[in-house]
């Protein structure tokens, strides 16, 4: 995949060339993403939900949460299914020049371009919605997909107002057939072409190369935690606090200075091979380090056994995500699983305080690790709920019913929690993340996963 990736971006090994590669055009991407999302992702995402015409609605001024996926619209897209394809209208306008939205069937009239986008308010014959609405009955669909909803953002685009309007020039027999499309976007949104997961791969290797690069410049004695992307001590021989994780320690502050006997991880980001604004692709991956001390030459034993438990459960877990399966399956294959290999299952709640008195009570001072896993969607909505694509976790249950579809991007993200010798009851707990997609022969590798524990000489 990663030589792919770099075939792709023209990238090749010419030793001792000087000139600086340039990046892909953006704007010529942008336009194959988004026809081929239409052509190839879009029909079946409305099949798969029953819905039979999707009218979308944004307005200039108001940003439209689906801009990645048509550009800067205002009016109304309506997709329509009509049997061999999805046809294309547009009752708007469609701006953003090159990479906006493409081979459009149907262009409403210059008039009702000019109501629907703000020319000349109140002095609207209402006669100019005419076209709309015949238009929709002349497809007469049973079940019209709208974006709202009362709580996935990225599919409440249309406003209030907007809203009004179109149940006004559908009147109340169509309008009795509108939906909330919200699954329908979803769908959409995070099913991935080809070409996205290159993208995605391109971000996750800048960022890995960006952090290897902080973690080599790190020096004892004088680099703050706040000087690092994401850091975050995890165990510390000589901070105040350090018997407790989770309380409050002197580890805790950004101007902690990173000393002899630290093992942090870092949670990084890095350079995106494309501004998508918030639809960029991003990063959610962790590389761990550990700080030498003086005589030490290797990672202390304890902390090493307790990462490689982590790891292990990575090869694990890794079985049992599988295309065509439902979020709640795999939940339930890697639980099942990963306590039949001897682990404990800690089902976080999303709350750090509660999720580590949880780990405290099911591990006790024993020398069974635990772990809790939140496979969540990834990709450009960053595993938040601007799209709620197939996630495993026990608190996003959800999603349980979502189904994992080809080259579906999730966020391999887990934790392993394990008693070391010098702080029994304590546990502590290590975070895996690496963004990998799920492919036709199972979880596919498009970042290096982690490989071991970065070593950091103890002497500035």
């Given at each position: 995949m990663f030589a792919l990736v770099m075939l792709m971006l023209g990238v090749g090994s010419l030793v001792g060339a000087q000139e600086q590669i340039p990046k892909p055009d953006q704007d010529e991407w942008l336009r194959l993403i988004r026809n081929d999302r239409l052509d190839l992702i879009l029909p079946s995402a409305m099949r798969d939900h029953d819905i039979d015409?999707?009218?979308?609605?944004?307005?200039?001024?108001?940003?439209?949460p689906l801009e990645y996926e048509f550009g800067r619209t205002g009016g109304f897209i309506i997709f329509t299914d009509v049997g061999d394809r999805i046809e294309r209208a547009i009752f708007g306008e469609v701006?953003?020049?090159q990479g906006a939205i493409e081979n459009i069937d149907v262009?409403?009239?210059?008039?009702?371009?000019?109501?629907?986008?703000?020319?000349?308010?109140?002095?609207?014959?209402?006669?100019?919605?005419?076209?709309l609405r015949e238009y929709v009955e002349s497809h007469n669909p049973e079940r019209i997909g709208v974006n709202y909803s009362d709580w996935l953002?990225?599919?409440d685009g249309i406003s209030y107002t907007q809203f009004q309007k179109l149940e006004q020039i559908l009147g109340p027999e169509l309008s009795s057939r509108v939906v909330s499309a919200e699954h329908l976007i979803t769908d959409?949104?995070?099913?991935?072409?080809?070409l996205e997961v290159a993208v995605q791969a391109i971000t996750l290797e800048l960022a890995r190369q960006g952090a290897i690069a902080q973690l080599k410049g790190v020096v004892p004695g004088r680099t703050k935690l706040r000087d690092l992307r994401g850091a975050s001590v995890l165990y510390s021989v000589t901070a105040e606090g350090k018997a407790a994780p989770g309380l409050p320690s002197s580890t805790d502050s950004r101007n902690y200075v990173l000393q002899p006997g630290d093992f942090f991880s870092l949670n990084y980001g890095g350079e995106k091979i494309f501004d998508f604004g918030f639809s960029s692709f991003t990063v959610d991956s962790k590389m761990h380090a550990y700080v030498l001390r003086e005589g030490e030459t290797e990672v202390p034993e304890g902390i090493q056994r307790a990462w490689d438990f982590g790891k292990r459960a990575q090869g694990i877990?890794?079985?049992h995500v599988r295309v065509g399966m439902t979020s709640g399956q795999a939940l339930e294959e890697i639980v099942a699983a990963m306590e039949a290999d001897g682990y404990i299952y800690t089902p976080f709640t999303d709350d750090g305080e509660q999720d580590y008195q949880m780990v405290r009570d099911y591990l006790g001072d024993g020398d069974t690790p635990g772990f809790y896993l939140d496979l969540h969607a990834q990709g450009n909505?960053?595993?938040e709920l601007m799209t709620v694509g197939a996630s495993i976790a026990p608190f996003r249950r959800d999603r349980d019913d979502l189904v994992i579809h080809p080259n579906h991007i999730f966020a391999f993200e887990y934790a392993v929690h394990t008693n070391l010798p010098d702080r029994p009851g304590y546990p502590i707990s290590i975070n895996f993340s690496n963004p990998q997609i799920v492919g036709p022969n199972g979880v596919e590798w498009i970042q290096v996963p982690n490989y071991g524990i970065y070593i950091i000489s103890g002497t500035s």
């Open positions: 015409m999707w009218i979308h609605g944004t307005r200039q001024g108001n940003p439209d701006f953003g020049g262009r409403g009239s210059t008039e009702i371009s000019r109501a629907l986008t703000g020319y000349n308010p109140g002095d609207v014959d209402p006669s100019v919605y005419d076209e953002a990225v599919a959409f949104r995070s099913r991935r072409l080809s877990m890794r079985q909505n960053d595993g």
